[in-house]
């Protein structure tokens, strides 16, 4: 049996975004959640006995410079040097703009392939692992022309960071078929690029393991690499844990609820998500919905709310509220039209969608952002329609603390 651990897309030290980390030891914790899953990466690599780790791509985050992230992947690649297992190393598209990979002379049981592409023979086996590199930080043409044909009579890996033929979310990069991989005749595809973990194929095997640390609540869940055991007639896959920072959506329905009665039912959905995440900590997205007769009053103390979820999640010792969502409606029975608030409520939205207001609204939150640092200016608006959608996302939040307030102390 040979066993091979296959990871893409660490993005080491890159930040866990949108997060308001007032508390210091979630923000500690966070901080280093990327070295951690390289760590255990690194740790499952040397607990399971493998030949070798496959890094499909963008083991860096764009082009942040840091000696000591330099630092700390040097001592981890020494632990994998130490015990004898080579390191594969293919560079995507966050590492081709990346200085520190042109400047970190890695230990010598680590090959990086080059964007001409190549194949090298695992020593003492019958495995050759094939890679090609980006050569630059876009790869808008297929990279499966580089490839060497697979060598007879031999276990041939490639190693491919690509969007194949593309996914939500992620630039097109090196665009390839699945189809297109499985007629090229190796035996196990380890891919990277997209964070969501998905088997394409089992024969041949087309694997994408998925970020092995969520970033934000687009990366939910737990995470994983992915063990490759290479038998005499067939391979075997099985993830291996890696996150110690897991991102939870959860919903939980009010309605009917009276305030004693939502409280509780807070405190018993935290610990039933505590008791479900597989990782060390988990950061809860929660959204509050249904239809209540305390509407009104609920979003008017929304700030009340949210440090009352924080409690009942922090009092599970693993859960971290990261945000609070309100989604709720009247019930029915006290939905009404036709007062004051109401036809307030007609005229804000209106003037909302003047151009004049939308113009001020625009102007109000360039200078709002002209004061935040600007990677994190860039991920909150990338482009102009992103700005658009978060002022028309504040003026209507905005709107909707003022309606409470009015209507929480009419009713």
Not at 19 to 30: I, S, T
Not at 317 to 335: M, V, Y
């Amino acid at each position: 049996m040979i066993k091979l651990l296959h990871t893409a897309d660490i993005h080491l030290d890159s930040p866990l975004r949108a997060l308001a980390l007032r508390d210091e030891g979630l923000r500690a914790r966070v901080q280093i959640a990327t070295r951690i899953a390289l760590t255990r990466i690194v740790d499952a690599a040397l607990s399971e006995a493998v030949t070798a780790l496959l890094i499909a791509g963008d083991l860096f985050d764009g082009a942040e410079r840091s000696a000591k992230t330099a630092a700390f992947l040097t001592a981890q690649m020494d632990r994998l040097r130490t015990a004898g297992i080579a390191v594969f190393y293919i560079k995507g598209n966050h590492d081709a703009e990346n200085p520190i990979t042109g400047q970190v002379d890695l230990p010598g049981n680590v090959h990086v392939f080059d964007g001409r592409g190549g194949k090298v023979q695992i020593e003492g086996t019958q495995v050759w692992v094939h890679g090609v590199s980006f050569s630059g930080r876009h790869a808008p043409e297929s990279l499966l022309p580089k490839f060497a044909a697979p060598v007879p009579g031999a276990v041939n890996i490639a190693m491919l960071h690509t969007s194949l033929a593309g996914a939500q979310g992620h630039d097109t990069y090196a665009p390839c078929a699945v189809s297109d991989l499985a007629a090229m005749g190796f035996d196990y595809w380890a891919l990277g690029h997209i964070h969501k973990r998905q088997v394409h194929s089992a024969a041949p095997w087309i694997v994408m393991p998925g970020i092995p640390q969520g970033r934000d609540i687009g990366e939910a869940g737990p995470k994983s690499a992915t063990l490759i055991e290479i038998g005499e007639h067939r391979i075997d896959t099985r993830e291996v844990p890696t996150s110690s920072v897991e991102f939870v959506e959860h919903t939980l329905d009010i309605s009917g609820l009276d305030e004693d009665a939502i409280r509780t039912d807070l405190r018993a959905a935290m610990r039933d998500l505590a008791g479900a995440i597989a990782s060390d900590t988990g950061l809860v997205r929660l959204t509050l919905t249904g239809h209540s007769l305390r509407k009104w009053q609920i979003l008017r103390d929304q700030d009340m709310w949210t440090e009352t979820a924080q409690a009942a999640a922090l009092e599970t010792g693993t859960l971290w509220l990261e945000k609070t969502r309100f989604d709720l409606q009247d019930d029915a029975a006290s939905s009404s039209s036709g007062t004051a608030v109401d036809e307030l409520d007609g005229m804000i939205t209106a003037i909302r969608q003047e151009p004049a207001m939308q113009a001020e609204l625009a102007t109000r939150l360039e200078a709002i952002l002209a004061e935040l640092p600007a990677q994190r200016r860039a991920a909150l608006t990338p482009d102009e329609d992103s700005a658009k959608a978060l002022a028309q996302d504040l003026a209507e939040r905005g709107t909707a603390r003022v309606l409470a307030a009015m209507k929480g102390a009419a009713e």
